[in-house]
């Protein structure tokens, strides 16, 4: 069978980064590596819809979660933490880990949280030095207002960081016009890479918190990062493959075009929506993302049995639920290089696996569903 990769990460890398991943290794302190690393940063900005520095840490998706944290805040500080699922309850226990004082906004799992609950506690406690949120929180394929959150906070004390890990390159997201003093991504996602490359914004506003922070950091110092990042140059030894193999992603990304890469997964996504109704299954959540999208399982099912029969039969490997969803969703990606065919694929794939596991699906209407929607029938 053919191995196909439908999973919120890490998503498919194309032939062409590859292969130009798979050229010799060379050294970083040469003109050559900083070349590229200048023509990198500047397509990161062109990315992050930015004018500040992104910064290139070598680590996964939560490493630079970790340095938001450790480099914009000092000890007992208030942060406010929104948490709708997996990946919202880590920045809160990173907060924890690093003593900061984390109120947490909790928002029911499958619900994106109301921007005018965040511009009340900031209302209610003016010392609140830095709001955490997540542009899709993958667990339950739910989507953020990040644009109304933003201009919530911009006037306020509060630095204002997103980790948009899953969704920057898929969901709609310009960190300048929409006021987002930090922006986390991770390579294995929307930048269709292996792991192993995390990246940060940091607004003028984050770079007054870096410089008043107190909490101890070392590798991951954003105050380093930057003095390199003058010089198109790392503090440490940069995960120089994984970079050779992002300046390719990145011409690829403004070569299409970034808002033509928001509507080709707004496509995506709408196709894939039309082909789980389509079999007569719900979508989960009631916001739901461009770049992966959680369905329910029809009851009676056994979802871990059905992401088994994906991922061991059919070679297709999707996510199921986490947590307290485990069993009972299943979550598609379409995110990165990912095109129509693979969203046909992924929903015939659904339709096979369910009939396996003895839900009543009617062969093709999932299928039939995709077709309409690409044709706008
Ligand atoms: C994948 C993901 C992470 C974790 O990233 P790692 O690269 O595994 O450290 C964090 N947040 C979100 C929203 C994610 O989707």
Redesign the pocket.
């Known amino acids: 069978m053919k191995p196909r990769l439908m999973a ?2 890490p998503t498919p890398v194309a032939p062409e980064t590859l292969l130009a991943m798979a050229r010799p290794a060379f050294h970083h302190r040469t003109p050559a590596f900083r070349e590229l690393f200048h023509e990198v940063n500047e397509g990161l900005k062109y990315l992050f819809q930015t004018e500040n520095p992104v910064l290139t840490f070598a680590g ?4 630079a ?1 970790e340095a938001a944290v450790s480099n914009l805040l000092c000890q007992g500080d208030q942060a406010l933490v929104v948490r709708g699922g997996k ?1 919202g309850e ?1 920045w809160g226990e990173i907060c924890e880990a690093y003593g900061v004082n984390a109120a947490c906004l909790d928002v029911e799992w499958g619900e994106a949280v109301n921007p005018d609950d965040i511009a009340n506690a900031l209302d209610e406690n003016r010392d609140i030095k830095s709001v955490h949120t ?1 542009l ?3 667990s339950t394929a739910t989507l953020t207002d990040i644009k109304a959150v933003g201009a919530v906070v911009k006037d306020t004390g509060a630095v204002l960081v997103v ?1 948009a ?2 969704a920057l390159g898929g969901d709609e997201l310009r960190a300048d016009d929409w006021h987002v003093d930090c922006v986390i991504a ?1 390579s ?2 929307g930048l269709m890479l292996p ?1 192993g490359l ?1 990246f940060i914004s940091v607004s003028s506003k984050a770079r007054e918190a870096v410089e008043r922070s107190t909490l101890p950091k070392y590798y991951f110092s954003i105050e380093r990062a930057l003095d390199s990042y003058e010089k198109d140059d790392t503090p440490w030894t940069p995960a120089v493959s994984l970079v050779v193999g992002l300046g390719e992603t990145l011409r690829t990304i403004r070569e299409e075009g970034i808002d033509n890469v928001f509507a080709r997964h707004a496509r995506l996504a709408m196709a894939t929506r039309a082909g789980m109704t389509g079999m007569g299954l719900d979508i989960f959540s009631k916001s739901p993302a461009n770049i992966v999208t959680a369905v329910k399982m029809p009851q009676g099912v056994d979802g871990l049995k059905v992401l088994s029969s994906l991922r061991d039969d059919l070679e297709l490997t999707p996510a199921g639920g986490q947590a307290k969803l485990k069993g009972k969703i299943i979550r598609i990606a379409h995110l990165g290089y990912v095109d129509d065919f693979d969203v046909v694929t992924a929903v015939s794939a659904l339709e096979l696996a369910l009939l396996r596991n003895g839900a009543a699906v009617k062969p093709g209407s999932g299928v039939a569903a995709v077709q309409e929607a690409f044709a706008g029938v």
């Open positions: 919120p990460g996964s998706g939560t490493g979660m990946f880590r997540t899709c929180e993958t980790d890990i899953s991770g294995q996602k792991p995390s």
